[in-house]
């Protein structure tokens, strides 16, 4: 069995990420994963679970958080419109 990095569950299910700056993380849930690995949205503070809006080298969750934040973020645009 493994134990999770973060929750410390010895678990016999867990699983390994290999990441592409060569590091090597044990978790036993992917909540546990994201807690850790996820980035974090530079204007709610949130993890990022989807694509996440990259503008000018600052990373969001959404474009209202990249269009709050940024000069370059008024034109970001969520690709599914709000209420479809």
Known sequence: MATCEVCGNDYEMAFEIHTQGGGRHTFDSFECAIHKLAPVCEHCGCRVMGHGVSVGGSFFCCAHCARESTE?????????????
Do not use: E, T, Y
């Open 72 to 84: 370059q973020g008024r034109q970001a645009r969520d690709a599914v419109p709000a209420g479809s």
